[in-house]
């Protein structure tokens, strides 16, 4: 730069520096009217433009705009203009898709969608999408099938409407735990899932902890899974002030990577529970492989739907000296008997992510808390419309 001196107007993270407008402070009698400084970051490829107002050259006042490189379209764009994007909500969680269009500067394209009276669902787009790189977001919760339904029509309808890229944006995805022909005659639901997505017309799909990592290969187009652990780790650290104290604790054998990922990363202990299934939903005997005594357990799971495992997991640790109970869960279905069983369980606290709207179910049990992951789909997107990488994400929780 020419004598200038370049200051962040706040101080940030140099990851979050992408996203920062930045100011000069000069007194030069000669200014240029137009000069750039080139990031040298490999990460980001940004660089900033220096504008000079008025027509004298003498005290010119600079300004400094942030620009970012733009891989898919193969040009610079302002931070925080995001052209050629489009980002619709589908109805099953209109308060997670308005946070991630907020958090992205964005408006909420205009769609209806309505039932005729024999119950189809029936999809409009209200705007042009010729063109323009569409993101659908609509998770699997509520009516399930109407929600997959219309999900699949919404693709479609902007597919045949020359969008040149369709994103489905699916926090929790629909018939996840049927993955594997587990007895004869079995169907493996999430395979056909995955096949309706892509004849549907999607290019790409963004869930979030998947039921098992697995159904990636389902898919033949691109897959990207996210992660809620660095979300769960953060919160862990700022509500437990016993943390170093704890425990995590798996409460079956499927999610022990999950536990030790997180205990690992909190240089903490872990436990497994072994739990033996009469059929689904019911579990007939478990046992507590571990040492939880006078320790703090947090119960990790990617879901829990009746919450019959993760009570009886609590019971289990208590019973095995542990001084206090949380259970931490990416998706809180909470069906059934599960508000009832929560509140009636020795837990702390019931922490789940907004994947799923929570707010009925907050007021009918005090003890469920929410993570806001909203930030997490709304970096994904910027950052899969920008062509850069998203791993950043699987360790990290965007500023």
Not at 173 to 178: G, K
Not at 184 to 207: E, W, Y
Not at 335 to 362: D, H, Y
Request: proline residues 4%; charged residues 20%; glycine residues 6%.
């Amino acid at each position: 730069m020419v004598g200038g001196v370049l200051e962040p107007q706040a101080s940030q993270s140099r990851e979050a520096t992408s996203t920062s407008i930045y100011r000069a402070n000069t007194n030069l009698s000669l200014v240029p009217p137009t000069c750039e400084v080139r990031d040298t970051s490999p990460t980001f490829h940004s660089y900033l433009t220096l504008h000079c107002g008025g027509r004298g050259r003498r005290r010119a006042t600079p300004v400094w705009t942030l620009f970012s490189f733009n891989h898919r379209r193969s040009v610079f764009c302002p931070v925080g203009a995001m052209p050629n994007i489009v980002l619709f909500s589908g109805s099953s969680h209109h308060d997670l898709s308005q946070k991630v269009a907020d958090r992205l500067g964005l408006e909420l394209g205009k769609v209806i969608t309505k039932k005729f009276s024999n119950q189809e669902t029936c999809v409009e787009i209200g705007e042009s999408v010729r063109g323009e790189d569409v993101y659908i977001i609509q998770s699997g919760c509520g009516e399930i099938n109407d929600n997959l339904m219309e999900l699949l029509i919404m693709i479609n309808a902007c597919k045949i409407a020359s969008s040149s890229r369709v994103t489905a944006v699916i926090p929790c995805f629909p018939y996840a735990r049927q993955d594997k022909k587990d007895k004869s005659r079995a169907p493996i639901s999430a395979k056909l899932v995955a096949n309706m997505l892509s004849v549907a017309g999607a290019d790409h799909i963004i869930t979030m902890d998947l039921h098992a990592s697995q159904i990636q290969g389902f898919f033949d187009i691109a897959v990207d899974n996210l992660y809620a652990e660095p979300a769960v780790l953060q919160w862990i650290r700022e509500n437990i002030p016993e943390w170093k104290n704890c425990i995590i604790v798996s409460p079956d054998a499927g999610g022990a990577k999950r536990v030790t990922s997180i205990a690992d990363r909190l240089n903490v202990e872990f436990a497994l529970i072994h739990k033996e299934r009469k059929k689904a939903n019911e579990v007939d005997r478990m046992v507590l492989v571990g040492d939880v005594k006078d320790r703090v357990a947090i119960l990790v799971d990617d879901m829990a739907d009746t919450c019959g495992t993760i009570c009886h997991a609590a019971d289990k640790l208590i019973d095995a000296g542990a001084t206090k109970v949380y259970a931490i869960l990416t998706h809180g279905i909470f069906s059934g008997p599960a508000i009832s069983r929560i509140n009636n369980a020795p837990f702390e606290a019931v922490v789940v992510t907004n994947t799923i709207p929570q707010e009925e179910k907050m007021k009918s049990c005090e003890k469920i808390q929410v993570i806001d992951i909203s930030m997490i789909l709304a970096e994904a997107i910027r950052r899969t419309h920008n062509g850069e990488s998203v791993s950043y994400l699987f360790s990290h929780v965007p500023l």
